[in-house]
């Protein structure tokens, strides 16, 4: 079944301590990319994927990293998480071109204390 | 980035048809129209897009206006599993520095009503 899977779903941890969001996908898709969802604010990107090494910033990057080591795996990484990262997380891969249609994943919610 | 306008929220009857309208009065030639819907709990998920021409798929209808400043989703049999928010948004279609990037807006919350 073509799909994005992110782990963990759930993820309650404290200001400060550095973790990492894994998504994946099993489509081949060149494009990867990461939002996060808070109320009144919508979907807001975080960083985009073009392709294996090619990572770009979208309109929140601030406190976020990732890295495209492997088509399948656009892992996100908080370094030091902060309370203002409580969010909702999706990841979403579509293949090259504009016109594709994005496939997104289930979504992981984080809260930090 | 151009930028699109949808209304708040929207009703509709269980078997009536939805039609949901979208402004994207600063559309540029090289822009497609996408539309996605987010279900409760649960990610985006793709409807629609088109450039030019209406579309039509198992979901859903897109009408464009033939000066692209305007578009409407058109879902002909509303049922209550149709009841999300949906998002018009635009994506440049040509390679720039900024053609990865996707912007949602709010979107508008559809009620379907038995």
């Known amino acids: 079944e073509a799909q994005v899977t992110q782990n963990p779903r759930y993820l309650i941890t404290v200001t400060g301590k550095k973790l990492t969001v894994t998504c994946s996908q099993n489509?081949?898709?060149?494009?990867m990319s990461w939002y996060r969802q808070d109320p009144g604010l919508g979907l807001r990107q975080i960083y985009y994927s073009m392709n294996v090494e090619v990572t770009d910033k979208g309109d929140v990057p601030e406190g976020y990293k990732v890295s495209r080591k492997e088509k399948r795996n656009f892992p996100l990484i908080l370094e030091s998480p902060s309370p203002n990262q409580t969010s909702l997380y999706f990841c979403a891969s579509s293949r090259e071109g504009l016109a594709d249609e994005q496939y997104f994943g289930p979504g992981t919610r984080l809260t930090v204390t | 980035d151009a930028k699109t306008t949808q209304p708040n929220s929207m009703e509709s009857n269980e078997e009536e048809p939805v039609h949901l309208p979208c402004n994207h009065s600063t559309i540029s030639g090289t822009d497609y129209i996408h539309w996605y819907r987010q279900l409760p709990s649960q990610g985006p998920e793709y409807v629609i897009h088109?450039?030019?021409s209406n579309v039509n798929n198992r979901m859903a209808s897109l009408a464009i206006a033939e000066d692209r400043k305007s578009s409407t989703l058109i879902l002909h049999r509303a049922t209550l599993r149709d009841a999300a928010v949906y998002y018009c948004i635009l994506r440049d279609g040509v390679g720039t520095d900024s053609w990865g990037k996707l912007q949602f807006g709010a979107g508008t919350q559809v009620v379907v009503t038995p």
């Open positions: 088109g450039l030019t």
């Open positions: 489509m081949n898709h060149e494009y």
